[in-house]
T-cell receptor, first 110, second 116 residues
């Protein structure tokens, strides 16, 4: 059974600082990994998808890396802004479903 | 950008009542899913649906739950006799392909179900 862990559970940084969010998973036989953003009480917005054959994916200030063999992914958010405050979820796809981590709740202080 | 649409956004129901949660997946997607998130917990898989039948379901998805694609656009989740522990945010998702690594899931904005 796939287990996904996200560390840290919460993070508070001053505006402008870079963010580093970690995700680990136990079964490396994945098709891909997605990073989602969730605002309080809201839905899941896909930020980045990294295919299992890729090492890295970038979108604007966001960069995600994937080391499938060690079961790890890292989401980097450059030059954080108060609008980046949200919960970030990592999800891996295998066995015909997504398995989610519990998320990292980020607060960016102005 | 294409969206997955869920209705209603909030539903309050009495324990023991039946509820139907509705979703309109992205039109060219073939795979449909329901997930749920109990407050403060992880997002959990409930069921996947393809070619008008369930392809996978979790232990949570017992006989009280059912899914249906009644027409070419809607995808529904029915809970026959709701329990207090069914209170959660329910998310619908769709995908173009299941085993291709370059296709991800698109989620709807969710239905918050409160059972009282």
């Amino acid at each position: 059974k796939q287990e996904v862990t996200q560390i840290p559970a919460a993070l508070s940084v001053p505006e402008g600082e870079n963010l580093v969010l970690n995700c680990s998973f136990t079964d490396s036989a994945i098709y891909n990994l997605q990073w989602f953003r969730q605002d309080p009480g809201k839905g899941l917005t896909s930020l980045l998808l990294i295919q299992s054959s890729q090492r890295e994916q970038t979108s604007g200030r966001l960069n995600a890396s994937l080391d499938k063999s060690s079961g790890r992914s890292t989401l980097y958010i450059a030059a954080s802004q108060p609008g980046d405050s949200a919960t970030y979820l990592c999800a891996v796809k295998n066995d015909y479903k997504l398995s989610f981590g519990a998320g990292t709740t980020v607060t960016v202080r102005a | 950008e294409p969206e997955v649409t869920q209705t209603p956004s909030h539903q309050v129901t009495q324990m023991g009542q039946e509820v139907i949660l509705r979703c309109v997946p992205i039109s060219n997607h073939l795979y449909f899913y329901w997930y749920r998130q109990i407050l403060g917990q992880k997002v959990e898989f409930l069921v996947s649906f393809y070619n008008n039948e369930i392809s996978e379901k979790s232990e949570i998805f017992d006989d009280q739950f059912s899914v249906e694609r009644p027409d070419g656009s809607n995808f529904t989740l029915k809970i026959r006799s709701t329990k207090l522990e069914d209170s959660a945010m329910y998310f619908c998702a769709s995908s173009e392909a299941e085993t291709a690594e370059n296709y991800g899931y698109t989620f709807g904005s969710g239905t918050r179900l409160t059972v009282v």
